[in-house]
């Protein structure tokens, strides 16, 4: 079984260009979820999908950040522009069911300048 | 709001060793998850054990067992006999037992070097 995939693992963009990362769940999985953590801080969770219908995003910054969830398969997060602050590692996560254990990916590591 | 504290940043330990890390959580909850993950460096997050707040008995995955202790809210982890393939970032983790997002609550991670 193919794991939790990201791209691209590593991103160098200037502020106020766009980004857009993307995650493969693994398959079968209804619900996929995006993290972040910032430099040193814990890990924060940004939104939650189950299918392609968004459960959860509470935890997204602000309206620079656009999450999608095509045919409830792989999941996009545009950052649109991006700020300095955005830097930090993005992980996704998904499982079978709610309430289980999630399993993430290697994260994309996103570095505004 | 639900709060996970892990208060030691980085900690070391000796090859065939045991060592604790320790992780506090805060909630008002009754019914909830609470979980170790490891990332050792440059690989992905996996999970190395879970804990249902309703079950008294520790949880164990071979090497790893768990301390909860509901009533203090602590929830360390022990690895006995460490291994060099232990060294690893060490996340714990809560869950909310309720229907709705089952998002995970992290603490700021403790860093473990297994030192041979």
């Known amino acids: 079984e193919a794991g939790v995939t990201q791209f691209p693992s590593h991103s160098v963009i200037e502020k106020g260009q766009t980004v857009t990362l993307r995650c493969d769940p693994i398959?079968?999985?209804?619900?996929l979820y995006w993290y972040r953590r910032v430099m040193g801080k814990e890990i924060k969770f940004l939104l939650h999908f189950v299918k392609e219908s968004k459960q959860d995003e509470s935890g997204m910054p602000n309206n620079r950040f656009l999450a999608e969830r095509t045919g409830g398969t792989y999941s996009t997060l545009k950052v649109q522009p991006a700020e300095l602050e955005d830097s930090g590692v993005y992980f996704c996560?998904?499982?079978?069911?709610?309430?289980?254990?999630?399993?993430f990916g290697p994260g994309t590591r996103l570095t505004v300048t | 709001a639900q709060t996970v504290t892990q208060s030691q940043p980085e900690m070391s330990v000796q090859e065939a060793e045991t060592v604790t890390l320790s992780c506090t959580y805060d909630t008002s909850e009754s019914n909830y998850y609470l979980f170790w993950y490891k990332q050792p460096p440059s690989r992905q997050m996996i999970l190395v054990i879970r804990q249902e707040a309703y079950k008294q008995q520790n949880a164990t995955e071979n090497r790893f067992s768990v301390n909860f202790q509901k009533a203090a809210k602590s929830f360390s982890l022990k690895i006995s006999d460490s291994q060099l393939g232990d060294t690893a970032m060490y996340f714990c983790a809560f869950m909310r037992g309720v229907s709705g997002t089952y998002k995970y609550i992290f603490g700021t991670g403790t860093r473990l070097k297994v030192l041979a």
């Open positions: 398959s079968g999985h209804d619900n």
């Open positions: 996560a998904s499982s079978r069911f709610r309430g289980y254990e999630q399993y």
